[in-house]
């Protein structure tokens, strides 16, 4: 258990950007009918957003914080800080995709800009770093891209990821104010025996990219994929995500004494339909409180939450105060939960590109 009690920052605005391509899950070519109506009963997912060869992740992050950035008013000079979370950078190496997004956004070269290379859990741990970094008021704007281009990186002749992932990037703006009502909280975790439950196995160091690596293999029916492209253990992260969010989320809200059928919102991970029921049950919240947008835009990792505030929230974010917690976890195996408040943000509709 990591606990972090964060003051003087606050949501400011959120927008999401997503690809205009969609991607029916019951066409896809490996399911029967059967197996296609099986697989949104328990998922949720419908369809989602795919994104064209020439498209990536920074492509998604820019236009949303383009337009987050214009309707918020900020000059660009003001922004002190961006990071750029997520698993699908512009180059797996090096440069930082924030470098790329500060030159593209036309933001000052003072800014401080780096990476963070997480997937399900990005959002929770970009808010704390982003957060943990503003706190003392040196830094006093930031802009924080959350995203991922899965399509990237799996196969699609693979049904145990494929149809149940969606393309989507985000930007949320957050500021220092020292008259700030309430603190950021967080609970922050990570279990790296679990590191093969989630995998790319042949991209970087460790297993270097050989020819070999390019070459499809079957594994079972409906399971083809080579060796850079992404693989699941289904078993190891159902028991993973069954079991360890529910807690952590009970876990914060224990130790900061707040009361989880009081707030307005959860907004947890869109692993599945059926795994954030069943957490939801376990937390003995109203359906109402745990809003869904992986029907029409699928997992979309660590942009799962600020996709959900965006497509099914956005009115009430915009109109009024409301107390949040929010829950990523996935790869790593890593987890986290947050505890804010958000009061009047703006929150764009979803903007397709």
């Known amino acids: ?42 998922t949720g997912v419908i369809s989602s957003h795919v994104a064209p060869s020439d498209m990536t992740l920074s ?25 750029f979370v997520s698993t699908s950078r512009d180059f797996y190496i090096c440069p930082n995709t924030a470098n790329i997004l500060q030159d593209k956004l036309g933001l000052r070269t003072e800014v401080v800009a780096f990476d963070l290379p997480f997937a399900c859990s990005g959002y929770v741990y970009g808010l704390s770093v982003a957060s943990s970094m503003m706190q003392s008021g ?51 975790g990570s279990d790296g025996a679990g590191w093969e439950a989630i995998i790319c196995r042949e991209v970087g160091v460790r297993n270097p990219t050989t020819t070999e690596s390019l070459v499809m293999k079957k594994y079972d029916e409906g399971i083809e994929r080579n060796g850079m492209q992404c693989s699941m253990d289904g078993m190891s992260v159902f028991s993973f995500a069954i079991t360890r969010p529910g ?7 224990e130790h900061f004494q707040f009361s989880l059928p009081d707030i307005s919102y959860l907004l947890i991970h869109q692993a599945n339909k059926m795994i954030d029921e069943k957490i939801r049950k376990k937390l003995k919240l109203a359906e109402k409180k745990v809003p869904y947008s992986m029907p029409y835009y699928g997992n979309t990792s660590s942009c799962t939450i600020p996709i959900t505030m965006t497509s099914q929230i956005r009115v009430e974010l915009e109109e009024g105060e409301h107390e949040l917690v929010m829950c990523g976890f996935g790869s790593g195996l890593s987890w986290g939960a947050a505890h804010v408040f958000t009061d009047k943000i703006i929150c764009l509709p979803v903007h397709e590109i």
């Open 1 to 42: 258990m990591a606990f972090l009690e964060i003051h003087n920052i606050e949501i400011k605005g959120v927008a999401t950007a997503v690809p205009k391509q969609i991607k029916i899950a019951k066409e896809q070519p490996f399911f029967t009918d059967i197996e296609a109506e099986n697989f949104t009963n328990v």
């Open 59 to 83: 492509d998604l992050c820019q236009a949303a914080a383009e337009k987050l950035i214009n309707e918020s008013g900020w000059e660009r000079e003001s922004i002190d800080l961006i990071i």
């Open 138 to 188: 040196q830094l006093k704007r930031c802009l924080l891209c959350v995203g991922e281009m899965t399509s990237k990186n799996q196969s699609s002749l693979d049904k145990t990821v494929w149809p149940l992932h969606g393309d989507a990037g985000s930007a949320t703006i957050l500021e220092y104010n020292p008259e700030a009502k309430h603190p950021m909280q967080f609970n922050l």
């Open 247 to 253: 807690k952590c989320i009970k876990e914060l809200s």
